[in-house]
């Protein structure tokens, strides 16, 4: 049976699967697969994710954009006239780093957030996923040491286990990533004698933890990790959907030489394409692009040509602009709908992007609680699978982008049921013993 | 300066750098890096490659299809249409693993070659080259051994290299791989005690050798890997692209629990897609799919439902039968203009594929005669692009896949006059002493 989700937007969390595994027992290459093959794990919630993508149940789960909006008429037109008078080009090789006029575009797209870069030095990837995984390929060994914030994006979390890195998290507060802590632990794992590669981060509307990392920290993470010696890796898919103000200088702005920064098409257009990209210093660009080649020879001519075309035809800022209503309106849902059935609990409140971090009261485990939750038609991802270590029972992440305003409602309402529930159960029994772990403390919900 | 080569069909072909190369000794990140970054080499012939890519000059180097041929009219007429009903799907996530339907169209595809295979077992990748990373990546640790033939193709060895593997080469003959050179080879190794993770092979149409393995050497290839436990890479992207007679059977056809094969649309449709795929024994297919969402999350849906409509609605089969008689034609034009105007040399007469490989007369070394060809307007791979040792300089890999049969005349007449003063140039002053290296031993010109 296959139990692939369909329309996954993010790799099998990061759950451990016990080593009898279906298949795995009658797997006659056992023995022949290579150390770091061990660390990919499937998700135990996999199986779940399968049942929750069934109509009837309200997925709060999922990271997948919106895009009922785009003008679909105009694409498939601009799309007919590229392949009608370039499909030659269109459907040939390319080159690995990715089209010049094309990286002269993607420049466009992050002026609106400030970011300058020459184009010699942005490389096209298949999704800013395979950045992440072409940036972990050239600069970890086993045993390095990734800095990331606690919790985070569980994609970033897989590819850092399959090079072997050991994950190191650092609390987040309202404000983002916190300064004081990061001084911390660097300062510590420096006495320890680690070696840390990277410090990974998504500052804006951070996946899962739903906060943005405040306009005076900037200057002073990058500080830190220049003083430390440590790579900034910043991955930016969402900076574009902020519903309140302009965007703030990304942690690029302040260090170019010290920074990788990840973009990426998937939340502002659409993620069918695969189409990301990284900024990097010219000399790492280099060696990233030899990494490309290597694993894909080169990125989609289609794919960018495509993207190209809607750029360069079509009305790309007016339908992000519409893409941020859209994600303000259910936002907004999302947390009054929190308020009104979901008192008990606590969660951040986002000012862009698709997730807020909910802290379930105490006693609650997310992980154990999701069978029911799927049961009872509703789905969200365990906070559990936003760590590298065994943080996040408490907390779960919910995602308002794909469902409507009404379904986010009444997925609340659902998810409220539940929550109820089990906590009858612990009042009746006693709690689980489970306390959340680091993680993002969550305002307290009239703050909201 | 970029000197990226555009419409590059591979990767960085494998010849050294000096460690000064440009840009390198400025990077400050240079002790940060992974020690598998170290063995990411760019191509000395990339700058060449750059000027070969100028229109006076016939590149007999590259490996781009023939696109012209493509009904790029209907193309884009059925992409509108995908695009303006099934918009919202195409331009989506999908799963990690490729689409169902898409597989299924697949296992038609495959079964032209008479493979039998199950849709849960095919795994859609971004072209063949990252199922071929992703094979390396969960079968290889750093020092283990993978056997392949010699020559083999660049990307390959690209691959594994970065994965820090040793490459064992054995020899070719004209019939493909030598059986006893490769029980020789692997009984040798385990005597050595070292660890085989792969055999890699191209059966069909070899690139760059341009020979077959034959039709009884292929049970033979299966029954010595499976007495010493070895895993079969089957790299087949031109195996439809025969010119002469039905496809032999896929290695995969006599063990597929031992073997896993690699498919592409690049050759048979086109590579702007950058959809490939693998067929793997079960067990080892839920491991690519987690590599694989690791690394990209999923493939294009857009990709794959532009390829599954095109298979559904165009006379695909009529479209690959079209570009077998362009390559045989231009196959034709690239051995009989060898036999005129190199009769020195000797070469493989490729049954199907891309590719003739061509031994240079004694004491020519194909990689120091590279620049002055370039002068001349003429473009090929060296010999020892394709060796992870330094085998290789008295051949060249000459491709006739994407020059018309007039350019491929004027190309060879043009090498032929590079050939004839550097063969003055060793007579005048002796042979510079190097002597090709084991490879295809070329049957001599009037076999052709």
């Known amino acids: 049976m296959n139990v692939s989700p369909q329309h996954s937007p993010e790799p099998a969390a990061a759950a451990d699967i016990p080593a009898s595994a279906p298949g795995t027992r009658l797997d006659p290459w056992l023995s022949h697969y290579a ?18 993508n069934r109509p009837e149940v309200v997925s709060l789960a999922g990271g997948m954009p919106f895009l009922a909006g785009l003008p679909l008429e105009t694409i498939s037109e601009v799309t007919a006239k590229l392949l009608s008078e370039r499909g030659a080009v269109a459907l040939q090789y390319g080159s690995g780093q990715g089209e010049e006029s094309f990286r002269e575009q993607i420049l466009e ?25 072409l940036v972990t390929r050239i600069f970890v060994d086993p045993g390095d040491v990734v800095v990331a914030e606690a919790p985070s994006y569980v994609g970033a979390l897989g590819v850092f286990r399959s090079y072997q890195a050991d994950v190191v998290h650092v609390p987040m507060d309202a404000n983002g990533l916190v300064p004081e802590a990061l001084e911390h632990t660097l300062s510590e794992l420096a006495a320890e004698g680690r070696t840390v590669k990277l410090l990974y981060t998504v500052p804006n509307f951070h996946n899962p933890g739903g906060v943005t990392l405040s306009a005076e920290r900037r200057p002073q993470i990058v500080e830190i990790a220049q003083r430390y010696g440590v790579l900034i890796l910043e991955d930016n898919p969402y900076g574009l959907l902020g519903f309140d103000s302009d965007p703030l200088p990304a942690l690029h702005t302040y260090d170019p030489d010290g920074v990788i920064y990840l973009g990426s098409f998937s939340k502002t257009f659409a993620p069918g394409y695969r189409v990301g990209w990284a ?28 993207i190209s075309t809607y750029l360069a035809t079509c009305d790309w800022r007016g339908q992000v602009k519409e893409f941020r209503e859209v994600y303000r309106e259910r936002r907004d849902a999302m947390v009054s709908a929190l308020a009104e059935y979901l008192p008990m609990a606590s969660w951040t409140n986002p000012a862009g992007g698709f997730y807020t971090w909910v802290r ?17 038609l509703v789905a969200y991802v365990p906070g559990t699978a936003f760590y590298a270590d065994d943080q996040g029972k408490q907390f779960m992440r919910l995602s308002y982008c794909y469902p409507t305003a009404e379904r986010i ?14 906590l009858e159960l612990v009042q009746m029994f006693g709690t689980s013993g489970t306390t959340g772990g680091r993680g993002v403390h969550a305002p307290a919900p009239d703050q909201n």
Chains 1, 2 share one sequence.
């Open 35 to 52: 150390e770091r093959t061990y660390g990919m794990k499937a998700s135990e919630i996999r199986a779940l994710f399968a049942v929750a």
């Open 109 to 133: 797209v992050m002026r609106e957030e400030h970011i300058r870069a020459h184009a010699d030095d942005v490389i096209v990837t298949t999704g800013s996923q395979q950045a992440l995984d």
């Open 279 to 306: 900024v990097a210093p010219h000399a790492v660009r280099e060696r990233l692009v030899l990494a490309a080649e290597s694993a894909i020879l080169c990125p989609s001519m289609m794919s960018q040509m495509s």
């Open 360 to 376: 379930l009261p105490e006693g609650l485990d997310a992980q154990d609680m999701l069978p029911r939750a799927v049961t009872e």
């Open 409 to 422: 409602r009444e997925g609340v309402r659902r998810l409220a049921g539940v929550v109820t529930s089990e």
